[in-house]
């Protein structure tokens, strides 16, 4: 009876585990003000705040897919960033100086299983001259 118990308890436990989402992780340059995110695609949702020479760009990406490696998951990150930038700028008419990968900022949170659950970015972009 103490077995069946046990296994009952650990059932309800993974069950509970496999359910919970994970919140995503604060943006590494996090400013007092709370903005509403825009969605840029199911998994992407992103902020922008216009700057005197660009505009700051902060982004929360979720990854769909299994991605275990950290290197590969910043790589992602950063792309998806810098594609939301160009979208931006071609909505303004303004061509941007494109960031360096060292210029956007990630940080990166894995799931309990050990793959990339979520990263959080944040860019300077300026306007090009």
């Known amino acids: 009876m103490k077995i069946r118990l046990a296994l009952a308890a650990t059932a309800c ?31 992407t949702e992103y902020t922008v705040e216009y700057v005197a020479d660009g505009f700051m760009l902060t982004m929360n990406y979720r990854y769909p897919d299994f991605v275990l490696r950290r290197s590969t998951a910043e790589t992602r990150c950063r792309s998806v960033a810098t594609s939301i930038a160009d979208s931006l700028a071609e909505r303004r008419q303004r061509p941007i100086a494109v960031p360096a990968a060292q210029q956007i900022q990630t940080v990166t949170q894995r799931k309990w299983t050990g793959a990339m659950a979520t990263c959080a970015a944040v860019a300077h972009v300026t306007w090009r001259q």
């Not at 436990?13 to 994970?22: E, K």
């Not at 509403?36 to 998994?43: E, F, L, N, P």
């Open 13 to 43: 436990l993974l069950a509970a585990a496999c359910s919970t989402t994970t919140p995503p992780p604060p943006p590494p340059a996090a400013t007092n003000i709370t903005r509403q995110m825009s969605t840029w695609d199911m998994s």
